[in-house]
């Protein structure tokens, strides 16, 4: 005999839990219910941006927003061509 560990046995929280309510009262969340927006930027203890310069000093400054945005751009229209072969626009 080895002293392996060969199965692990976890219970299903649905199951004890079906309305998704555990630990509600703590802030805990079940992943098996789904909130708002408004709920969940409660539990995070986050609220609307104020002030934009703030959000602005954090991105890099030899990093360009326009350059950013064309990547993305481009990388989207690549994967469209791939899941849409017969697309030649």
Request: cysteine-free; charged content about 25%; hydrophobic content about 35%.
């Amino acid at each position: 005999m080895t002293n392996r560990l060969t199965t692990v046995t976890a219970p299903d929280e649905r199951s004890q839990h079906p309305t998704g309510t555990k630990g509600v009262a703590t802030g805990a969340v079940s992943h098996w219910q789904s909130l708002s927006l408004e709920a969940l930027a409660q539990l995070q203890g986050v609220g609307p941006v104020s002030d934009l310069d703030a959000i602005g000093a954090l991105w890099p400054e030899d990093d360009d927003p326009d350059q950013l945005l064309e990547h993305i751009l481009t990388e989207r229209s690549a994967r469209r061509k791939l899941s849409d072969p017969g697309d030649t626009a």
